[in-house]
T-cell receptor, first 115, second 114 residues
Framework: GAVVSQHPSWVICKSGTSVKIECRSL??????MFWYRQFPKQSLMLMAT?????????EQGVEKDKFLINHASLTLSTLTVTSAHPEDSSFYIC???????????FGPGTRLTVL | AQSVTQLDSQVPVFEEAPVELRCNYS??????LFWYVQYPNQGLQLLLK??????LVESINGFEAEFNKSQTSFHLRKPSVHISDTAEYFC????????????FGTGTSLTVIP
């Protein structure tokens, strides 16, 4: 099946710094990618829909200026957490839809810890 | 928008015993249904899916789920669990149509006891 990768797999940063997370579709093109956040022992919450060549669509309650999304190519979407704070510590997961059957292919996730 | 309910947040079960993880969804429109498994500090892995056809779908590792339209349910079952089945299980629903977003349940933590 299709493969989605994320980089880095984990990152620790100081409060106030910015962190960039990459999501790549390795063997297929994705005009749309989705970014999720998962807190411990909770479900995945959709943050935003990343659209290649246009602005991302954010879910209600998600700060656009804090979580910057750039979908610059058909295989890469990036999520930048700006001025990260400890409450931003979470597991961030991206996904991309397949060509058929509405299946989503999920990346392995990025564990962000803000000290 | 869809609403997905997983009634059981934690399910402990002894090894080799049967298990059922429940999932109900809200909408009556045509949907695709999925079960994903997540091991600690890992992403989601597709376990099985229902798109159309036979209402009973199976995975390669012994899990099965049955789509029940009248009850809007998609419960996951396994007749005999193994220690390696210990993980978090998520039910997900997608409105039919390419690229539509998924709606996830809150997850069920399955713990298999030796």
């Amino acid at each position: 099946g299709a493969v989605v990768s994320q980089h880095p797999s984990w990152v620790i940063c100081k409060s106030g710094t910015s962190v960039k997370i990459e999501c790549r579709s390795l063997d297929f093109q994705a005009t749309t990618m989705f970014w999720y956040r998962q807190f411990p022992k909770q479900s995945l919450m959709l943050m935003a829909t990343s659209n290649e060549g246009s602005k991302a669509t954010y879910e209600q309650g998600v700060e656009k200026d804090k979580f910057l999304i750039n979908h610059a190519s058909l295989t890469l979407s990036t999520l930048t957490v700006t001025s990260a704070h400890p409450e931003d510590s979470s597991f961030y997961i991206c996904s991309a839809p397949g060509l058929v059957d509405d299946e989503q292919f999920f990346g392995p996730g990025t564990r962000l810890t803000v000290l | 928008a869809q609403s997905v309910t997983q009634l059981d947040s934690q399910v402990p079960v002894f090894e080799e015993a049967p298990v059922e993880l429940r999932c109900n969804y809200s909408s009556s429109v045509s949907v695709y249904l999925f079960w994903y498994v997540q091991y600690p500090n890992q992403g989601l892995q597709l376990l099985l899916k229902y798109l159309s056809g036979s209402t009973l779908v199976e995975s390669i590792n012994g899990f099965e789920a049955e789509f029940n339209k009248s009850q809007t349910s998609f419960h996951l079952r396994k007749p005999s669990v193994h220690i390696s089945d210990t993980a978090e299980y998520f039910c997900a629903v997608s409105d039919r149509g390419h690229g539509n977003q998924f709606y996830f349940g809150t997850g069920t933590s399955l713990t298999v006891i030796p």
